[in-house]
Every structure is written in structure tokens, then in C-alpha cells.
């Protein structure tokens, strides 16, 4: 079976947390690195994270490389009302054995891209790619395939115009979404179709797993954090779609669009604008539609099951 050679970057974050856990569990992805962003929580902190997941999951063969502790403009978002002060629930951890590269989140995207055909989940804001790019304007012509966690058709997560990523780095997500890679951006008018329940965290903790446990351990402050802005426990897995996107490409419909960001605005900051019209049927860019939650759900717990 030919693998998929991936990177993720990613600020975990807790449900960053459960979709580096589930790409790590499939013998489909090669995952070579996790590359870091400051996001959900502070750059310190989601390259500790990421450390403390790779441990958990028992690698020792995956790269994690610091990337960016602020956009491109303006200043660092925060979202440790959800995902708590330390990005993770606020469990406790052991000092994690995985080290940082020397390498830097950019430095190291570019050596993979260059290495052989690289697949980039990204998962957290765009600065890292952003970065890349100014870096090297020819790195979105040596990326196989991108797919992004963010955006919004309808209605916004961080404020009623813009989900959290995209918030948080606007300018970045202008220069990818113009980059000439091929891309699918997962919004959360899709991303809300992934959702775990109260059952599923029953399910991880009876795994009897170190990575059961940590996972329902983890998503319960971010299911009560559900519970009291949506009025329901509903466990919205973004991040996991984007590497279920990856692990079948079947599972997610997509549609032909463009995207338009917008980095102005007194309300509108970091709203996404998707052109749906026939005209763009073709296009290389291309937005996630629907995906059957109870496959998904399936999928999501046969993988976490798979850890010892
Ligand atoms: O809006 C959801 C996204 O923002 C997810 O990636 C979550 O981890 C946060 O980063
Ligand atoms: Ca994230």
C-alpha cells in the first residue's frame, strides 16, 4: 500500500490533539512531522503539546519543528476558553521524551516538500504556510496536495462573521488560498457534521488505553464548553475531518469554488467568502461539502481503538 507522506500543522488544542491521534493510528499516512503555530494557545505551549502527543502515541519517527508565535499582522489569537489555559483540558503531563528539531516549522516543510510528494494537513492558522511561501514562492508548486481547516459559509465560531483559524491569521489565508496548489478547505459548515457524543467518550475511556483515557480526559472541558455556548454536548471534531479528508478521500463531497477572505472590516475580519457558481466546477480549490457522521464516528473510534 503506498502511503501518504504528511505534515500537520497544527496549534493543539484539543481537538488538534484527537486528529494527530487519529492520523497517527492509520497505517495509510506517513506522518513525518508536526509543524507548530501559535493558535488555540501560545506558540510555547502547542509545540509542548505537540511533543506530549507524539509521546502518547508511543512514535518515536515523528519530526516536531516550531513555527510561528504570531500572524502576519496584528497579535496571536487565544482560544483557551475552549481548550483550556494549557491548550490540552489542563490534565496533568510528564515532561514529554520527544525533542523539537533544530529545524524550524518553515525550514522543515520545505526540506519534506522537497524530499518527495508531501500531503499538509493544516490544522491551526496559516502563518506557517504563509511564511513558507514568502520564503520560497515557488513552495505551493511543490506540495501535492493541501487541506485546510477553516472558514465559514454561513456562520462563525470566534465571532458571527470568521471561524477561529482563519480569524487569526487573515492575511496568511489570503496569500494560500492564492497559492496553485490544490486545495480542500473543510469550514465549519462542514466540520459540524463531525461530531463525537457523550457515548464516544464512554467508549474511549472502557478502551482502557492510555490514549482512551487522555482523549476522554481531554474532551470533556471541551464538551462542556459546547455545552454552554451551543446549549449542547455535541463534540465538534474540526481538525479530525481534515485528516479523515486525507485518510479516504471519498468520505467528504467537495465543490468547485474560489475563496475570498476578507482581512478588513469592523465585524467581518477573517470572513470567508466561497463563489459556489458553476463556473468554478473545475477549480483546484475545492470546498468540503457533507460526510456521514456515524462513518465518520466509526472511523474515528476503530483508529483510537487501535493504540495498545
Ligand atoms: O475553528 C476551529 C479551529 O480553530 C480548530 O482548528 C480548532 O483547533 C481551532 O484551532
Ligand atoms: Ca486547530
Redesign the pocket.
Known sequence: MARTRVVIDT?P?V??AVAILLALARDELDVLALTTVA??VAIDKTTLNARRLVDLSGRRDVLVARGAARPLAGVAGD?SEVHGADGLGDQVWDEPRTPETDETAVELLGRLADEGPLTVIA??PLTNLATALARDPLFDTRVERLVV??GASFQG??TPAA???IWSDPEAAVRVFAGRWPITVLP?DL?HQAVLRDDDLAFLRGLGTRVGERCAQMLEPYAAYHERWYANRDIIM??AAAVYAVLDPSAITTQGVTVAVETGGEHSRGATWFDRRRAHENSTTRVGVSLDPERFRAVLRESLARYA
Do not use: K, R, S
Request: avoid cysteine; hydrophobic fraction near 30%; proline fraction near 0%.
Open positions: 496549534d488544542g481537538d488538534d493558535g488555540n482560544a490544522i491551526g481547516m477553516g465560531n470566534v471561524e477561529f483559524n465549519l466540520t474540526h481538525d
